[in-house]
Nanobody, 129 residues
Framework: QVQLVESGGGLVQAGGSLRLSCAASGRTFSGYGMGWFRQAPGKEREFAAGISWSGGITSYADSVKGRFTISRDNAKNTVYLQLNSLKPEDTAVYYC??????????????????????WGQGTQVTVSS
């Protein structure tokens, strides 16, 4: 069975940085895009960043574009999210996600939740003022 395990969250001051990791296991992941969502208390889960199987295509929410960078290392079945210039409004639980279906034309799944089939347990990111 597929398992996604996030790590790297923590408490950081505004303007600081964190690097999140998500290790995937359970089967091969050829053709699957991966991504990160986040959910703040009392708010809906929202898309933050996505990356294609090859790593050659990325997408970002407008709220994080220019500050966050998504990458992946397929040899390690791991996806990363580098969070820079953090703001208090970035405070949330960050969830790693795996696309619902593989594709081999290299693409990033949409921001819609039903395009993502597996989720990690989440890692807390807290940004203080």
């Amino acid at each position: 069975q597929v398992q996604l395990v996030e790590s790297g969250g923590g408490l950081v001051q505004a303007g600081g940085s964190l690097r999140l990791s998500c290790a995937a296991s359970g089967r091969t992941f050829s053709g699957y895009g991966m991504g990160w969502f986040r959910q703040a208390p009392g708010k809906e889960r929202e898309f933050a960043a996505g990356i294609s199987w090859s790593g050659g295509i990325t997408s970002y929410a407008d709220s994080v574009k220019g500050r966050f960078t998504i990458s992946r290392d397929n040899a390690k079945n791991t996806v990363y999210l580098q969070l820079n210039s953090l703001k208090p409004e970035d405070t949330a639980v960050y969830y790693c996600a795996l696309a619902s279906h593989p594709r081999f034309s290299d693409y990033v799944p949409s921001t819609h939740l039903d395009d993502w089939g597996h989720w990690g347990q989440g890692t807390q990111v807290t940004v203080s003022s």
